[in-house]
Protein backbone atom coordinates (compact mmCIF):
# COMPACT_ATOMS: atom_id res chain seq x y z
CA UNK A 1 0.00 0.00 0.00
CA UNK A 2 1.47 3.65 -1.32
CA UNK A 3 1.27 6.25 1.33
CA UNK A 4 2.60 9.58 1.50
CA UNK A 5 2.14 11.25 4.55
CA UNK A 6 3.02 15.05 5.00
CA UNK A 7 4.55 16.84 8.27
CA UNK A 8 6.37 20.44 9.06
CA UNK A 9 3.02 22.65 7.95
CA UNK A 10 1.92 25.01 10.79
CA UNK A 11 1.18 29.18 11.21
CA UNK A 12 4.03 31.28 10.62
CA UNK A 13 4.36 35.47 10.51
CA UNK A 14 5.14 37.20 6.90
CA UNK A 15 8.33 36.54 5.87
CA UNK A 16 9.14 33.44 8.41
CA UNK A 17 10.08 30.14 6.78
CA UNK A 18 9.01 26.40 7.19
CA UNK A 19 10.22 23.12 5.84
CA UNK A 20 7.50 20.61 4.93
CA UNK A 21 8.84 17.04 4.96
CA UNK A 22 6.73 14.22 2.79
CA UNK A 23 7.97 10.47 4.10
CA UNK A 24 6.87 7.78 0.82
CA UNK A 25 5.89 4.11 1.62
CA UNK A 26 5.23 1.13 -0.42
CA UNK A 27 7.13 2.06 -3.48
CA UNK A 28 10.35 2.36 -5.15
CA UNK A 29 10.90 5.84 -3.86
CA UNK A 30 14.10 6.23 -6.04
CA UNK A 31 12.34 5.65 -9.20
CA UNK A 32 9.31 8.24 -8.67
CA UNK A 33 9.21 11.92 -9.50
CA UNK A 34 8.14 13.73 -6.89
CA UNK A 35 5.88 17.12 -6.93
CA UNK A 36 4.48 19.45 -4.11
CA UNK A 37 1.03 21.24 -4.77
CA UNK A 38 -1.03 23.46 -2.95
CA UNK A 39 -4.86 24.88 -2.54
CA UNK A 40 -6.13 27.54 -1.16
CA UNK A 41 -9.58 28.03 0.04
CA UNK A 42 -11.77 28.40 -2.67
CA UNK A 43 -9.13 28.05 -5.68
CA UNK A 44 -8.28 24.76 -7.59
CA UNK A 45 -4.56 23.07 -6.55
CA UNK A 46 -1.51 24.48 -8.54
CA UNK A 47 1.42 23.63 -8.95
CA UNK A 48 4.92 24.27 -6.62
CA UNK A 49 7.82 22.57 -6.87
CA UNK A 50 8.58 19.19 -8.32
CA UNK A 51 11.81 16.97 -8.45
CA UNK A 52 13.27 14.22 -11.12
CA UNK A 53 14.03 10.87 -9.55
CA UNK A 54 17.64 11.66 -9.09
CA UNK A 55 17.18 14.94 -8.01
CA UNK A 56 19.02 16.41 -10.67
CA UNK A 57 16.30 18.85 -11.80
CA UNK A 58 14.23 20.69 -10.03
CA UNK A 59 10.74 23.03 -11.35
CA UNK A 60 9.05 25.86 -9.48
CA UNK A 61 5.90 28.14 -10.30
CA UNK A 62 6.75 31.63 -10.75
CA UNK A 63 5.33 32.77 -8.15
CA UNK A 64 7.87 30.76 -5.28
CA UNK A 65 11.66 30.86 -7.43
CA UNK A 66 13.52 31.95 -5.58
CA UNK A 67 12.27 31.63 -2.15
CA UNK A 68 11.12 27.78 -2.21
CA UNK A 69 13.56 24.99 -2.52
CA UNK A 70 12.61 21.30 -3.19
CA UNK A 71 14.48 18.68 -2.27
CA UNK A 72 14.91 15.00 -1.81
CA UNK A 73 16.75 12.33 0.29
CA UNK A 74 16.06 8.89 -1.40
CA UNK A 75 18.06 6.83 1.56
CA UNK A 76 14.78 8.13 3.48
CA UNK A 77 12.39 8.23 1.00
CA UNK A 78 11.79 12.07 1.52
CA UNK A 79 10.97 14.55 -0.62
CA UNK A 80 10.94 18.33 1.43
CA UNK A 81 10.42 21.72 0.55
CA UNK A 82 11.76 24.70 2.29
CA UNK A 83 10.02 27.85 1.90
CA UNK A 84 11.53 31.12 2.70
CA UNK A 85 10.29 34.34 2.93
CA UNK A 86 6.64 33.19 3.00
CA UNK A 87 4.08 35.81 2.25
CA UNK A 88 0.21 35.74 3.27
CA UNK A 89 -0.85 34.46 -0.60
CA UNK A 90 1.44 31.07 0.25
CA UNK A 91 -1.59 29.88 2.77
CA UNK A 92 -2.89 26.87 0.91
CA UNK A 93 -2.96 22.85 1.91
CA UNK A 94 0.75 21.09 0.90
CA UNK A 95 0.15 18.18 -1.15
CA UNK A 96 3.17 16.11 -1.90
CA UNK A 97 2.59 13.73 -4.90
CA UNK A 98 4.20 10.58 -6.96
CA UNK A 99 5.07 9.64 -10.41
CA UNK A 100 6.36 6.55 -12.04
CA UNK A 101 8.37 7.12 -15.45
CA UNK A 102 6.28 10.42 -16.64
CA UNK A 103 8.24 13.34 -15.48
CA UNK A 104 4.45 15.12 -15.60
CA UNK A 105 6.60 18.06 -14.17
CA UNK A 106 3.54 20.60 -12.80
CA UNK A 107 0.70 18.84 -14.44
CA UNK A 108 -1.58 17.39 -11.68
CA UNK A 109 -3.50 14.64 -13.15
CA UNK A 110 -0.48 12.89 -14.35
CA UNK A 111 0.81 12.04 -10.92
CA UNK A 112 -0.53 8.40 -10.01
CA UNK A 113 -0.18 9.19 -5.54
CA UNK A 114 -1.42 11.73 -3.15
CA UNK A 115 -1.00 12.79 -0.12
CA UNK A 116 -3.51 13.56 2.46
CA UNK A 117 -1.40 17.62 2.73
CA UNK A 118 -0.52 19.78 5.59
CA UNK A 119 -2.07 23.28 6.30
CA UNK A 120 0.33 26.40 5.84
CA UNK A 121 -1.00 29.77 7.08
CA UNK A 122 1.01 32.91 6.66
CA UNK A 123 -0.09 35.47 8.97
CA UNK A 124 0.36 39.49 8.00
Known amino acids: QVQLVESGGGLVQAGGSLRLSCVASGLPFSRYYMGWFRQAPGKEREFVASIRSSGGSTYYTDSVKGRFTIARDNAKNTVYLQMESLKPEDTAVYYC?????????????????WGQGTQVTVSS
Open 97 to 113: AADFAREPISIASLYDY
